[in-house]
């Protein structure tokens, strides 16, 4: 089992940027394929990106694309989100979650059924 912790969140403008990081304990970090989602009010938990075990390999929404940045430190049991050119489209709850698998295909990332464990999520407000 692993216990995932975010932070980072806040307030930021429009334009800004913000760095979120997920803190893992319990198994073995390295052993997790790690994703970030998020949830607006109203809204389903939407995918963001996912990273396999070694950083080599990521998918990301088309929303984020360009934008937004996925990375882990397996050295310090940690996964980041890095978030720049932010909308306030953006403002929403973000999860990190573990998966055991790397999905089949990107479709498969998606689905917040695929992950296994999940954090208690961190707020993003972007202002206008």
């Known amino acids: 089992q692993v216990q995932l912790v975010e932070s980072g969140g806040g307030l930021v403008q429009a334009g800004g940027s913000l760095r979120l990081s997920c803190a893992a304990s319990?198994?073995?970090?390295?052993?997790?394929?790690m994703g970030w989602f998020r949830q607006a009010p109203g809204k389903e938990r939407e995918f963001v990106t996912v990273i396999n075990w070694s950083g080599g390999r990521t998918y990301y929404a088309d929303s984020v694309k360009g934008r937004f940045t996925i990375s882990r430190d397996n050295a310090k049991n940690t996964v980041y989100l890095q978030m720049n050119s932010l909308k306030p489209e953006d403002t929403a709850v973000y999860y990190c979650?573990?998966?055991?698998?790397?999905?089949?295909?990107?479709?498969?990332?998606?689905?917040?059924?695929?992950?296994?464990?999940w954090g208690q999520g961190t707020q993003v407000t972007v202002s206008s």
């Open positions: 319990g198994r073995t970090f390295s052993h997790y394929v």
């Open positions: 979650a573990a998966r055991l698998t790397w999905p089949a295909s990107y479709s498969g990332s998606t689905y917040p059924s695929g992950y296994n464990y």
